[in-house]
């Protein structure tokens, strides 16, 4: 338990007799737990939980909550995860009764506003993309991209060319995405990156073939930066019989200025989570919708969302309304990818926020985030190596390369900077950069914490120079000081065993 400073487990707290709630005594008929479970599913005692009162379990929570860092807590600068803050309106929408009460098992017509919401979501969804339709059922990013793989698939095989079983990723690609499309059934075939950190065009051409499914590419790739070459890529992938999927991961840094349909992507995912507003991290929640071109329509997951007239008598007038309803009936279907419809309350929040922003104001967003990825980069340059000079999009990677020279790496670095009370960018990611610092201001923070962030990584640098072993120590100041991660890897701890077994453990590893 070293290192946690004193802070006791809820298992530890409480005396017998405390009660953090009574229930009133049952005025109903009860049958006996003997009757209802057998004899071999039952405890021979009671379980050993903690007895406490309601104030003790509030106390320990939000001390809990304390020691956590958050977006809403201080700078979070997690390349490729877009760690932007949400507005706390769009959570007060996303908890409404109309919305948060609802359950899928209604009927469609007690549900018209979901519905439209979801119908008129997709659109805004597509015209963004430049594409023609959309699912929103992906509950996360690689889930869609699994989604996403699966269309390609079934897009394929219903031409007849089901042998095409390849699917090309950069050197520099996000990890899920050979995961994803090793999951669906694909060989990855890596083609490598160029001087200037974008796919190279030649080693492309050598790699594609009959067996091309497709490529999985980010534009701005996971190195921060634009892919210059992008149509001759389409042009290449497309020649070859292959489709472009579109991982959305960084499309913060284009909304509004150009459409991933318009560069020739084919399939182009978004993650709700990171673009449009909903706060992520520690495992969920996430959307991560998959928006096609016309020809892959038929293949979408059911249901989808589809809208019809419907004629209705109102005060004796016949009129035309609008009616939305959950189609099933599409034979090329992959069929259903997810329980239901999707995580809803997080369509809400994206639904919201790209209402409130607008067209313009989304095209700000990426502004905003580009200038301020830029301006960091120059600041840092100078005490960091940046492997890729050149102007970057929403994100840039430094590395620790010059610092590790005097024994400092770049997770010493990450791990100084919690003292700081800010997150540490990734660290080690892409691979295909030494020591990398991947680093992702996001359009909202201000020039006063871009600022003060500079300052902190430049105060790094130096004690790197001066004092290597400080570094090699940090964090100082946080709850839990530096971890032996390969214990932890090798030997997790992930139940309560009591403090002095906790001990013993401990002691004989």
């Known amino acids: 338990m070293a290192g946690q400073k004193n802070f006791p487990l809820l298992m530890e707290l409480g005396a017998p007799g405390r009660r953090a709630y009574l229930l009133p005594e049952l005025d109903v008929p009860n049958r006996s737990l003997e009757e209802l479970i057998p004899d071999q599913y039952l405890r021979s005692e009671p379980a050993p939980l903690p007895e406490l009162s309601e104030l003790e379990v509030v106390r320990h929570f939000t001390n809990l909550s304390r020691r956590n860092h958050g977006i809403d807590v201080g700078f979070?600068?997690?390349?490729?995860?877009?760690?932007?803050?949400?507005p706390k309106v769009n959570e007060d929408l996303a908890s409404y009764p109309g919305f948060a009460s609802l359950h899928p098992y209604q009927p469609e017509a007690t549900v018209q506003g979901a519905l439209q919401l979801m119908y008129e979501l997709e659109e805004y969804l597509c015209e963004i993309a430049g594409l023609e339709r959309a699912t929103l059922a992906p509950a996360a990013g690689a889930h869609g991209e699994?989604?996403?793989?699966?269309?390609?698939?079934?897009y394929h095989e219903s031409r007849g060319e089901g042998h095409r079983d390849e699917i090309i990723i950069p050197d520099s690609a996000h990890g899920t995405n050979p995961a994803s499309a090793a999951m669906c059934g694909y060989k990855v075939v890596e083609v490598a990156s160029s001087e200037r950190g974008s796919v190279c065009v030649d080693a492309l051409r050598k790699v594609v073939g009959p067996k091309t499914a497709g490529l999985m590419l980010t534009n701005p790739n996971t190195l921060g930066l634009f892919e210059e070459d992008i149509l001759t890529i389409?042009?290449?992938?497309h020649g070859a019989g292959g489709l472009l999927y579109f991982d959305g991961a960084n499309a913060n840094a284009i909304l509004g200025k150009c459409r991933p349909g318009d560069m020739g992507f084919d399939v182009v995912h978004f993650n709700l989570h990171k673009t449009f507003s909903t706060p992520h991290g520690g495992g969920g929640p996430g959307s991560g919708p998959i928006a096609v071109r016309e020809d892959l329509v038929p293949f979408l997951p059911v249901p989808v969302v589809e809208k019809r007239q419907k004629s209705v008598d109102l005060a004796g007038t016949g009129q035309n309304i609008d009616e939305f309803y959950l189609d099933y009936d599409r034979p090329?279907?992959?069929?259903?990818?997810?329980?239901?419809?999707g995580n809803f309350l997080v369509m809400v929040r994206a639904y919201a926020y790209i209402l409130s922003m607008g067209p313009e104001g989304l095209k700000q967003v990426s502004e905003d985030a580009v200038l301020a990825a830029?301006?960091?980069?120059?600041?840092?340059?100078s005490a960091y190596e940046l492997p890729y000079d050149r102007i970057c999009k929403h994100e840039f990677v430094l590395s620790a390369k010059r610092q590790k020279a005097n024994g400092v790496t770049a997770r010493d670095i990450a791990k100084r900077l919690l003292d700081y009370d800010m997150h540490a960018p990734t660290v080690y990611f892409p691979l295909i950069v030494e020591e990398a610092l991947m680093i992702e201001p996001t359009e909202t923070e201000t020039k006063a914490a871009l600022d003060e962030f500079i300052d902190v990584m430049l105060a790094i640098a130096r004690e790197a120079e001066e004092s290597p072993e400080k570094l090699q120590k940090a964090p100082y100041h946080t709850v839990v000081g530096r971890l032996d991660e390969t214990l932890a890897a090798r030997h997790p701890v992930v139940r309560w065993q009591g403090g002095k077994d906790m001990e013993a453990k401990a002691r004989d590893e």
């Open 76 to 86: 979070y600068p997690l390349g490729s995860c877009t760690m932007k803050y949400n």
């Open 146 to 154: 699994l989604t996403g793989l699966m269309l390609i698939k079934a």
């Open 234 to 237: 389409s042009e290449i992938v």
């Open 332 to 341: 090329l279907s992959i069929g259903k990818i997810k329980g239901f419809y």
């Open 374 to 381: 830029n301006y960091l980069m120059a600041k840092l340059k």
